[in-house]
């Protein structure tokens, strides 16, 4: 067996030896994946092993004394599994709702649950604050409430509840929409009961995707670090904020480096039972049949029920995302609602530089991000060389790191000899590149296992070489993959936080950490004028991108036809 797979490995590589473009493609790629994955996670992790005396295991041996550590990650591993349960919970009754009942307005509706996805991820901490906090809306003008505190557990919960539950229903919607209602029919027929339909058919058809979409909250909510900073407090320690705490508050790089490797654990641990153990679960349940009739397994009260809970969520966002526009316009929340323009002017004038550094770092990193995932999953799908499967594997593994550790990964790895990078243009590009393609590249192979291999290999009979065929034939008909990676790209660099608040300087600042910034110092209005911006921004590139890749595909289309 190790015989035929070196034999295997040789032939590959003589292939490659005949095309010189792709094999240096194909270095190229492996260098970057190791230079901007794989060496800021040892650093990580050998940062942890050391003190100022040399190699140790103190700084663990220090977790485990300390209960502030321990505490830190006992809250990290309740919220976040919480959070997971709830999330889907939410999303999978709106997917439910929306993909397999005849009911009114479901395209407002799914609009409005995906809202958060588009947002800075502590948009809903800042709403929280505008409703519930200690001058809130409701808590004190409402309800005249004194002692009342948003702080602690409950707020963590519900503002990541709000921030990662559209993502549970996002990845939920395919997997209940792909189960034909035709197998409700045929329990239906043989005598068995709406419910028992329900138990013993939909649901074991969709618990992978519940599982899967599970993992990814869970992984989100290990990594979040925006909202457990704003809503957390002293008494609620979590891993992510405490890590950041370290590094800034006491200075003490190999503790939040180890704070960071603990983190790094649990979120790893869930990646790699989403990738491996839950991929071989899977239901056929795509059978070509027509399958286009609403599910028949509710009753008619029961419909408008679900429909009512959808709706009450959707209205809860809706009610979030006003409070922050009506905070955006208003003088001082609490104290005077005044109309003023003033939150704005600050932004476009003190902060302009900072919105325009967001901007520059988005528009940069975007296509970067959007052409490499494509790259990486032509090879990983079209071609065959030694180490395949470990391009892949690196490739997406930033997916599942925290962006506390790959911030610290980053400062640790750029900040010294040979390549010094903090502080400038290029750390916070290729932050946000290699951290945020994973998703562009799952898209792409999944649409290119959807293209006959035999329109490649055409263009390769007729004298293209591999780059060749790569830019003029697969491209234009991957677009659509290509859209979702890179409005997934531009959106997290417009929103990202985690990371990039420990790589941002005085030459390179992002509006998410100014938002941070205008939170901790109560300056609630300034925060949701920037948010404004930044939803708008999102929301404006989103359009242009679609339009873009629009023409793309038509453009592809005429040349094929």
Partial sequence: MPAAMLGTARSQIRVLARDPLLLALILV??????????????RVLLASLQDREGWTLANYALFAERRLYRNALVNSLGVGTLVGVLSVVIGYLAAFVLTRLDVPGKTLLHYLVIVPIISPPFVSAVSILFLFGFNGLITKQVLGLQDF???GFHGVVWSQVLTFAPIAYLALRGVLASISPTMEDAALNVGASRWQTFWKVILPLSLPGIASAFLVVFIESMADFGNPLVLAGAAFPMLAPQAYLEITGTFNLPRGATLAVILLLPSITAFAIQRYYLSKRQYVTVTGKPSTSTSKIVSGP?????????A???????????????????????????????????VFDVGFETVADTLTIALVSTPISGVLAMLIAFLVVRRFFPGKGAMEFGS????????????????????????????????????????????????????????????????QNLGADGVTTLRKVTIPLIAPAFFSGLVYAFVRAMTAISAAIFLVSADWNLMTVQILAQVGSGRLGVAAAYSIVVIVIVLVAIGVINVFVNRMSRHTSMVRF
Wanted: proline share 5%; hydrophobic share 60%.
């Fill in 29 to 42: 790629i492996f260098v970057c994946i190791g230079l901007f994955v794989i060496y800021p996670l040892v």
């Fill in 149 to 151: 505190s948003i702080y």
């Fill in 302 to 310: 029961v419909k408008w029920l679900l429909y009512a809970l959808v």
């Fill in 312 to 346: 009450l969520f959707a209205a809860v966002v809706l009610l979030f995302y006003a409070v922050i526009v009506i905070g955006a316009f208003t003088r001082v929340w609490g104290f005077d609602y005044t109309f003023t323009l003033q939150h704005f002017a600050y």
């Fill in 396 to 459: 997406i593994l930033n997916y599942a790191v925290p962006g506390t550790v790959v911030g610290i990964g980053y400062i640790l790895a750029f900040n010294s000899p040979p390549l010094i990078l903090t502080g400038t243009l290029a750390i916070l590009v290729l932050a946000f590149v290699f951290r945020y393609m994973p998703v562009g590249i799952q898209s792409g192979i999944a649409v290119l296992r959807q293209i006959d291999p035999s329109i490649e290999e055409a263009a």
